[in-house]
């Protein structure tokens, strides 16, 4: 399997594991539980700043869904050699302007969370499949 398919499998799984939580957690309790357990210690998972799907709680919060699904769509399109670092530092600006004035002076929503994950996500996956191939390319991450 090629490395970019690796990586769109391991995002996918991830991303489908987000919406899997709520779809499950009725049905099958414990694995639902374990989900939720799982996303604890890599989101805060305050109520008002998640998503619900049929009346549950997404495990992670919005700007958190952002970032991971963001992430999914970029790596379709990233490539082997990492962008400028300035492109990650204008994509890293609006989540920043929103998380930064959200703690200082107004309230965010799940929708502009949602969008300034998305952009981050997108762009942090192009730096990090350049830094995954470089290293099996280096002869550091043994190829299966």
């Known amino acids: ?3 970019r398919s690796k990586l769109v499998t391991a995002i996918g799984i ?7 939580a709520p779809i499950i957690v009725d049905r099958v309790p414990k694995i ?9 210690p890599i989101c805060h998972q305050l109520p008002e700043r998640s ?5 549950h709680q997404l495990p992670v919060c919005a700007r958190c869904a952002g970032i991971y699904y963001g992430a999914f769509l970029g790596s379709f399109f990233a490539r082997r050699k990492s962008p400028s670092p300035w492109y990650l530092v204008i994509a890293l600006i609006p989540m920043a302007l929103d ?4 703690l200082l002076f107004r309230e965010s929503n799940n929708i502009l969370r949602l969008a300034t994950g998305l952009i981050a996500g ?4 192009f730096y990090l499949y350049a830094g ?6 280096a002869g550091q991450l043994t190829p299966t």
């Open 1 to 3: 399997m090629r490395l």
């Open 99 to 102: 998380g930064g004035t959200q």
């Open 32 to 40: 639902g539980a374990f989900l939720y357990l799982f996303f604890f």
């Open 132 to 137: 995954l191939f470089s290293e099996r390319s």
């Open 14 to 20: 991830w991303c489908l594991a987000i919406v899997a």
């Open 122 to 125: 997108f762009a942090v996956v």
């Open 51 to 55: 998503f619900f799907l049929f009346n």
